[in-house]
């Protein structure tokens, strides 16, 4: 599966953006996705994740801001982005998840990712 993300930007504190995920070479709509976002010199974290038949969680830091949606029709899946913080900027790249447990690894090779700025 090739994973393309896009949609990010730059942006001020406390703006928004909605961040699309598009995967291609094959079906993900059985599949645990996540978003991912990698901060300047920190490692890639899990922020969110949706399961196939659209349960979520997300990490503590952006609980009540994002929100993690899906098209198994189109096979994409989405990450709304509001009340933007600073340290909200990084990469934000998607993936496969091996399952749904809080140990879950990605499963696909990295794409490319989207970078999103905020400016305070």
């Known amino acids: 599966v090739q994973l393309q993300a896009s949609g990010g930007g730059l942006v001020q504190a406390g703006g928004s953006l909605r961040l699309s995920c598009a995967a291609s070479?094959?079906?993900?709509?059985?599949?645990?996705m996540g978003w991912y976002r990698q901060a300047p010199g920190k490692q890639r974290e899990l922020v969110a994740r949706?399961?196939?038949?659209?349960?979520?969680n997300y990490a503590d830091s952006v609980k009540g801001r994002f929100s993690i949606s899906r098209d198994n029709v189109k096979n994409m899946v989405y990450l709304e982005l509001n009340s933007l913080k600073s340290e909200d900027t990084g990469a934000f790249y998607c993936?496969?998840?091996?399952?749904?447990?809080?140990?879950?690894?990605?499963?696909?090779?990295w794409g490319q990712g989207t970078q999103v700025t905020v400016s305070s």
């Open positions: 070479g094959s079906d993900i709509s059985r599949k645990v």
């Open positions: 949706i399961s196939n038949i659209g349960n979520t």
């Open positions: 993936n496969l998840l091996s399952g749904w447990s809080n140990f879950a690894s990605p499963m696909a090779s």
